[in-house]
């Protein structure tokens, strides 16, 4: 796809060389994210960061990271306070909103509304979660995470095995990841979930049909064994009929150290797509891990602000900008990778 | 007036040169609104965007305005969240919160307070709404909107006529906008209103006194048969004494693509103040004139942040500098005015 | 201290010699915060500022200081909007925003939460407040307007009389405050409260062994009348058997015009933490002092923006740079301290 002037609204709209074109994107903003050097590539550049649905961390992430390529920052986090809530018409608020800003990440409750928001829109718009539907730029982090930690054991994308665990039917994050996925090739699919709660069967068949093997099982035991990656996601307990049958659900889809021990192979990624539940009722990923080589998930949140300063360079078209337009870093920066 | 350092706070401080200052600055700041060029002339200055009552697309242009000459915005969103809740004087919240930034835009939903918070304030201060009273940018801009629709068809602000259609008692932005109006030459003020919702009788004796004509009417197709442009307001239900009455007021004082062509002369500017409730039960300008090349209700937001630009550069006095501390725009701006 | 990427959590951490290394950095900060200059050191940088409580007052003058600098703010003012409210770890938030930033302030209504939160950031953290317990840029601020105000008189902190006034056993402020008066010498403290509302003994006892005068009374007349400040603060009238008794108590612990003149010695600082109540049945701080010269809580609001900034300066080591990478600030600064 030709990424200048694009809006970037769901994983679908991608090939398989649009998402290594990011990913090797990504990998050129190490230096600002690492705060080695300041790019000045969108000095004077502006984004219009509307989140009409709190989500501090997405938020701060998309601004951080036009921030870290120079850019201004405006934004919205009030949930109630839009014209939206007066009768007005997404057609109007983009037609508005889009006279401000060079770019806009939109994040709304109503699944389709940022598709719809793009059409209206004078300028690129990126999907930053629209309700149950999509949030690409989760999607292409989890991606890109996966595939930097397997480089580093020395394994590729291709011909690797996922293990998915909780939440399978409802969530979007392995729904655009499991899109993703597919368009790799060979790819193992552990879904490890309660029945109710099984990867729709849409999904399990376009991976099927793409050639990829999917292994559906209730059997945590069974279905951590054999990955390279295992991704957690949230057991809720509001779709169960009773709080005992979400309490056995429970007690059966957690990680820990002692179930990571037991289970899965030495050197298994360990993944979720944050925030986690650490209250003792929900626990899906135990902090009895959190010093474990293996657990990802907070270089998945470092990996987030690479991916939207990629998405934000392709399309304003400044990747080739970005490292000439720097300075070094003339402040200390010194505890942030510890 | 003498623009530097001071506060705006009322349509009724500006003569019709101050007008015509705002509106030669409001155009040369094109090339930065467009994104051609980059302006630093605000580089380091803050401004204080206190939002005391929520409007995001008011508290973001400004914002956005803001960025485009080169300076730094802090702002709040909050409406409960100041000290003014604690019990705080404004006198006390503006002494302090003046000494954090350069200038300062204020909404807050009581009448006059503003500028109470302007005497005690030690920056410039723009009234960005405060409650019934007033919202000068706003008038400015549909001013400087009508200026610049006007000329692209020939003609001048002086001796046009204006349609104001819907509620002309309590909208704010037709009451500013008639006393910027009083002070050009010659204009036919078409009012069109239900007999409850007529302007004020204060507002009609000035235009009168001043030499403009004023035909009041409660007749729609009289009313817009005869316009350079007409301005539409939101007939609000709350105002009559029944539902039913108000459903019949509705139907008449709407307008669409039928009634346009019936009834408004081919040229005839279109405005609105936005947002516009495009709910059944409301919809006082439908959206099937959406693509009408006279629909300027998108180049009236666009508008707001030429005038607001033009505000700070005159109240910080960097008109001059403005063009000259530029840079080009190095990323992608192809999409914005296509 | 070595305060290059030091957390900046409570005001126990600090000796003489680093509130002393503080105030001489905020002192050299003044040609930027009064904006004769703008300073570039922290170009590029970025703060997380990170309010869990509102406090739009501290908020903005940490953002306005960090801006000051040349830096980005990123901030969320959203108190239910976090993941934290989700069952989110205080660990895995730190983890996650401190990934996004080059410091973090943060502000949260439990004690010891913003320690906790230091714990597992990767980035320097500053205590913007955390609830009842600590606030030690407002305890910062606080002294170094008294050290202003008194030089400017010929004096010094050592040596020195304060009263302090109101709720002496509630008072964040008071208790921070006098933490750091401990550290110079020979201090007279003229504690003025009713009997429910004394400083807690454990202060007071930390007061008296390091060698200073601590003065206990319920008597406004006697605890005035040798002071060479009085630090005034909030009666709560919640905290009393009745709202009689709490009248009583009310009449008692204001200051105003007549009861400056009539008991304090005609040189003493007035101070007040902010924001003060100027309800009627308030009103611990009258109106009509708001002229008086010794009146110095705007001067204290203002002292807070240098303090901040000297408190980031020395974080994230630009002390040295500050002054290198400067700019003349070109647009009308000219009302600002009139």
Request: charged residues 25%; aromatic residues 8%; neutral net charge.
């Amino acid at each position: 796809m030709d990424f200048r002037g694009a809006h970037i609204i769901s994983v679908q709209q991608f090939q398989r060389s649009d998402v290594e074109r990011i990913f090797s994107v990504a990998d050129s903003m190490e230096p600002f994210a690492r705060r080695k050097q300041v790019s000045k590539a969108l000095d004077g550049a502006i984004l219009g960061n509307m989140f009409f649905e709190p989500s501090t961390r997405t938020r701060v992430s998309f601004g951080c990271a036009f921030n870290m390529l120079g850019g201004h920052v405006r934004e919205t986090a009030e949930a109630g306070a839009s014209s939206i809530t007066k009768g007005e018409s997404l057609y109007d608020t983009a037609r508005v909103i889009s006279g401000y800003s060079d770019i806009i990440v939109m994040r709304h409750p109503r699944a389709g509304s940022v598709a719809e928001f793009a059409e209206a829109s004078r300028v690129p718009v990126i999907n930053g979660g629209d309700g149950v539907n999509e949030h690409p730029s989760q999607a292409l982090l989890d991606l890109y995470t996966i595939r930097k930690e397997l480089e580093s054991r020395q394994r590729n994308i291709d011909g690797m095995r996922i293990g998915m665990v909780g939440d399978l039917k409802h969530g979007r994050t392995v729904h655009s990841l499991s899109r993703l996925l597919r368009l790799y090739r060979d790819i193992t699919f552990n879904l490890i979930s309660p029945k109710q709660l099984r990867m729709t069967a849409e999904i399990v068949s376009e991976l099927r049909q793409a050639g990829h093997t999917v292994i559906e099982t209730e059997d945590m035991a069974r279905g951590l064994h054999d990955n390279d990656t295992i991704y957690l996601t949230r057991i809720q307990e509001e779709r169960f009929a009773s709080r005992l049958e979400a309490d056995v659900y429970r007690g059966r889809f957690r990680l820990n150290q002692a179930i990571y021990t037991r289970h899965c192979q030495p050197n298994t990624v360990i993944m979720h797509p944050m925030p986690r539940d650490t209250r003792a009722e929900a626990n899906e990923l135990d902090e009895d891990l959190n010093q474990h080589p293996n657990l990802a998930i907070f270089r998945q949140a470092d990996n987030g602000v690479l991916v939207r300063m990629a998405l934000f360079a392709l399309v304003l078209d400044v990747v080739d900008q970005a490292p000439r337009q720097v300075q070094e870093a003339g402040w200390y920066t010194g505890r942030r990778f510890e």
